[in-house]
């Protein structure tokens, strides 16, 4: 019975190593650095955002000159509610094409990384920050192909 008891512990244990030899992991930070598409579509993002908080310091200015001209505050009004009337869909088109391009590219990380999983034989592949011990690190190869 101890026999037994001691070959079933050491089948589970073998295969809950076996399991460990499968598994691995990306660092999505790291990858997002080395990435150069990821650079550049970032650099894109960031110069939108740029252009952005410039029309709107120009609107503030118009705003701001309006009051220093002691314009009737009806006026006023109405300047700003022009202004948030233009202001709505440029914000809503900054956040879906910054969306689009996340989906896009998280997309193309994870469909890189399948590919690289399978070359290695890996089953599952998790997170970094979820790892503590173990597992096997992605990442270089990831970001070495999606260089490529």
Known sequence: MKRLLFLATALLLSSQIYAADNIGYLDMDRILQSYKEADRIMHDIKG???????????????????????????KIKE????????????????LKRESEIQRSLFSKIIETAKVIAKEYGIDTVLDKRVVYIGGFDLTEFVTDKLNK
């Open 48 to 74: 939108k955002r740029e252009e952005y908080q410039k029309f709107l310091e120009e609107k503030q200015a118009e705003i701001d000159k309006a009051k220093e001209n002691k314009e009737k505050e009806e």
């Open 79 to 94: 300047r700003i509610q022009k202004l948030e009337a233009e202001i709505k869909p440029k914000q809503e088109e900054i």
